[in-house]
């Protein structure tokens, strides 16, 4: 266990489906991330909190939807996903000062079908 | 926006030094080097990050050329457990944390 806990491990869902990820982490960090790693590519930046506001969208369609209700809590809202979508989706967090690197949940891997 | 270079993949031998390199000749000088890992479908685990000296923890040391222009992660005794991908990743504090394709390090019985 890292410290970062995601929820849920696995998830299948239809294209018509809505569905959340959840994100909790009570390391005391402030800044929180979602990244989504596709098949055989890099990791890609989604979305950045820092203390709880959103500081960062790197052109995510609109059918993922982030929330960020307090520093230990982190969302994403999934509805009219396309069957690319389907990833591995971590979360991470981080003290937003100093040199530290990121904590990271084990992710959560979507299926979209 | 990865600003660094690394092998596609690497072996070592179970119980020997794995050696992984990473070119980072535009990096600038409030860029540190950081180095995670990616062990199958798990998130990645932060292992060590340096600016100019050499460090070392209990998973890694990491050696820096004086020029900075690349560095090494070094594993002193490889286990099958090491087996993963390795991001070297160059940032400022401040900025976000940028993953290229890494190395996949392979550790053969």
């Known amino acids: 266990e890292t410290g970062v806990t995601q929820t849920p491990r696995h998830l299948v869902m239809g294209m018509t489906n809505k569905k959340s990820l959840k994100c909790e982490q009570h390391?005391?960090?402030?800044?929180m991330y979602w990244y989504k790693q596709s098949a055989k590519k890099p990791l890609e930046l989604m979305f950045v909190y820092n203390f709880k506001e959103q500081t960062e969208n790197n052109s995510v369609p609109s059918r993922f939807s982030p929330e960020c209700p307090n520093s230990s809590h982190l969302f994403l809202h999934l509805h009219t996903l396309q069957p690319e979508d389907s990833a591995l989706y971590l979360c991470?967090?981080?003290?937003?000062?100093?040199?530290?690197?990121?904590?990271f949940g084990s992710g959560t891997r979507l299926t979209v079908v | 926006d990865a600003k660094t270079t690394q092998p596609t993949s690497m072996d070592c031998a179970e119980g020997r030094a794995a050696n992984l390199p990473c070119n980072h000749s535009t990096i600038s000088g409030n860029e540190y080097v950081y180095w995670y890992r990616q062990i199958h479908s798990q998130g990645p685990q932060y292992i060590i990050h340096?600016?100019?000296n050499n460090e070392t923890n209990e998973m890694a040391s990491l050696i820096i050329t004086e020029d900075r222009k690349s560095s090494t992660l070094i594993l002193p005794h490889a286990t099958l457990r090491d087996t993963a991908v390795y991001y070297c990743i160059v940032r400022e504090t401040g900025n976000q944390f940028y993953f290229g394709t890494g190395t996949s390090l392979t550790v053969i019985p």
């Open positions: 991470a967090s981080h003290v937003d000062r100093g040199n530290y690197g990121y904590t």
């Open positions: 390391l005391g960090h402030n800044a």
């Open positions: 340096g600016l100019k």
